[in-house]
Structures are given as C-alpha cells and as structure tokens.
T-cell receptor, first 112, second 111 residues
Framework: GEDVEQSLFLSVREGDSSVINCTYT??????LYWYKQEPGAGLQLLTY?????DMKQDQRLTVLLNKKDKHLSLRIADTQTGDSAIYFC????????????FGPGTRLSVLP | SQTIHQWPATLVQPVGSPLSLECTVE??????LYWYRQAAGRGLQLLFY??????ISSEVPQNLSASRPQDRQFILSSKKLLLSDSGFYLC??????????FGEGSRLTVL
C-alpha cells in the first residue's frame, strides 16, 4: 500500500539551511508536493515537482527528487522565524484529490 | 481569483450533539471538493469527496456524513458527536492543474 514517511520534528538556527526529508512507497507517483501549515491554519502549497524532474528551485526553496530511492527533500536556505511551521510531503499519481497521500508532517522550529 | 472558506473556525460541542461544518468555494465552477481530518502526528485523512452537486463519496466508515447542496458548497455533518470526532477538519478543492487548495480549517473539540 501507499505510505509517506517524514521525521516529525526538526530544529534549526535562524540563518541556517533546513532540510526536510520525505520517503514514499508508490513508484507510480507522478506528482510530489510540499505543503506548509502555519499554526491554526490550513495547508498552503509551497512547491511541487513532477516525477520526471530531479530538482526544482524557487527562490529560497530547493526540491530534490531521487526516484530510485523514492526520496524527496525540501531545502530552505537562510531559514527565518517565519518559516516555523509544519511541512507536509504529499504524493499522487493523478490530478484527482482523492488519490493524494500525505505524510505525517515535519514540525520545523527556527531558533533565534 | 478562487477562494475557499470554511466555518466555524473553532467549535466546542458536547458528546451526542449535532455538527455542521460549512465550506464554500468562490471563483470556480463545478469544483471537486474534499473534507480531510488532521490528527496530531499523522497525515491528512480523506473523509469525503464530491465531484458534483449531490454526489458524495466516503473514504472511511465513520460517524460523519457530507452533503453538497449547491455547486460551491460542501457540508460536513454529524447527528451525534463522539469524543473521537475531535480534530482539525480541512476543506479543499482541486484546480485543473492538480493543485489542492485548502480552507483555513475548523478545530472541533468534543467534550
């Protein structure tokens, strides 16, 4: 069956880089996403990558995909206190929302 | 632009009382709509989805039900709440590009 795993917690110092990791099991996944959830709020799409890509960069965010190991990572450069949130990895093999599989989320704490 | 809203944002209800959480989407027509529940330390669990008015699919058996009386309205209900219904509920819609957009969430506490 499908499963997405993430470490539950990560702490970094302000200004350092954060790397949030995710592993998935469904090799047919076509789309992989990173969502951010701030306290008491809904999820906000941060970025996504297609399975035929290895890397995607968007300002401070870099997504790396290793299809062979089914490993996805999100790197946040120059982490700020405003980056403190829960980050969810998600995978799907189509465009239908009912087939999204979310990880448990990684709570990122940015220390001053 | 498209927006999605859900309310109430927080709700405290006694066991056995009814529930109604409402979600509306603006700026798009005939969206696919979803209700998720989020438990601490676990991913989002899909509860219901709807591809059109009056069309509801349930992903897990439970004490909850959903309805879609209008194109842009999605309601999550219960006739009698259980303690285990406590959680953070999220409504979402999906764009043609396959991006899920979430509402602000509704935190339900059943006492």
């Amino acid at each position: 069956g499908e499963d997405v795993e993430q470490s539950l917690f990560l702490s970094v110092r302000e200004g350092d880089s954060s790397v949030i990791n995710c592993t998935y099991t469904d090799s047919s996944s076509t789309y992989l996403y990173w969502y951010k959830q701030e306290p008491g709020a809904g999820l906000q799409l941060l970025t996504y990558i297609f399975s035929n890509m290895d890397m995607k960069q968007d300002q401070r965010l870099t997504v790396l995909l290793n299809k062979k190991d089914k490993h996805l990572s999100l790197r946040i450069a120059d982490t700020q206190t405003g980056d403190s949130a829960i980050y969810f990895c998600a995978e799907t093999w189509d465009n239908y929302g009912q087939n999204f599989v979310f990880g448990p989320g990684t709570r990122l704490s940015v220390l001053p | 632009s498209q927006t999605i809203h859900q309310w109430p944002a927080t709700l405290v209800q006694p066991v056995g009382s009814p529930l109604s959480l409402e979600c509306t989407v603006e700026g798009t027509s005939n969206p696919n709509l979803y209700w998720y529940r989020q438990a601490a330390g676990r991913g989002l669990q899909l509860l219901f989805y709807s591809v059109g008015i009056g069309q509801i699919s349930s992903e897990v058996p439970q004490n909850l039900s959903a309805s879609r009386p209008q194109d842009r309205q999605f309601i999550l209900s219960s006739k009698k709440l259980l303690l285990s219904d406590s959680g953070f509920y999220l409504c979402a819609w999906i764009s043609g590009a396959g991006e899920l957009f979430f509402g602000e969430g509704s935190r339900l506490t059943v006492l």
